[in-house]
């Protein structure tokens, strides 16, 4: 009984080292995301220095205290980030919808495992109670089936929520994936004191610094928060400038005006908005697409 014990009590050690870990990586990668795009959202960008800060936080407190509290404090923190993670998906918060992008999912699989390692810590810190032998036996025998339910109820949550987070990553929307076919119409508005050229929706377009006339270098998680305006273009009121397009990887036509590749960004949630200008993510700066006068 005390090499199981022994054993029990390693093994929940490596746990609670894991998910203080793991927690520090969900940290690591919504900082990453900050910096890269997330940080001009409005409510969105602070929600993600809360969640980094947060994180790190409990991932020292867990690691460092042994406490069985903190333990608990990050699996139910891992599993809101997911919950909060899986509505901007489905539904979208504050005005916001995500997109499908590697990094998210990944920020999702490492939350799904933090919250298993860390309720099972709390559960039963130290791996005593499930190997308990106090007397009288009827008293143990009942401590041990709780501690074992509650470990399977760990392991069924768990399941529960990497089936979810496989939903949203089949359901989520990929940019290119679903873009709808024909030909995009390009208008003007007055955004910011500029006359900026704008899709049918009145959403602000955008031009990437890395891009040249004939390719562009926006893929994968760039073409997520900058999506690309796919399809042959068409002038609306006060278009003046040369339409094209050029051919991306996957094949898919973008619309370019004056030769550069059109695009636009998450963060503008309506019309009117221009909160990608002048931004330096995605290994480049972004601008606005200015329209002449006359």
Known sequence: MNIERTATHGLRSLERLAGGGLLAATGAIHLDLYLTGYRSI?????????????????????????????????????????GGYLLSIWVGLFGFKEVRTTAG?????????????????????????????ALPSPHGDRLRSRVRQ????????????????????AS??????????????????????????TNAKGFTLYWFSRDDQTQSRCNGSCAAYWPPVIGTPKAGRGVTGRLGTVRRSDGSIQATYDRHPLYTYIADAAPDQARGNSLNLNGGLWHEVTVSHG
Do not use: C
């Open 42 to 82: 409005p409510t969105i960008g602070w929600l993600f220095l809360l969640q980094v800060a947060s994180a790190f936080g409990l991932a020292a407190l867990i690691v460092v205290t042994h406490s069985r509290l903190a333990a608990g404090a990050g699996a139910l923190f891992s599993l809101s980030t997911l």
């Open 105 to 133: 999912i990944a920020a999702g699989a490492i939350e799904v495992a933090a919250f298993a390692m860390l309720a099972a810590v709390t559960v039963d810190p130290g791996g005593r109670l499930r190997t308990i032998s």
């Open 150 to 169: 509650l470990e399977w109820a760990v392991a069924g949550m768990s399941l529960v929520a990497l089936a979810l987070l496989g939903i949203a990553f």
């Open 172 to 197: 989520a929307y990929a940019p290119g994936s679903n873009a709808p076919a024909g030909r995009p119409k390009l208008d003007t508005r007055h955004v910011g004191g500029a006359v900026v050229l």
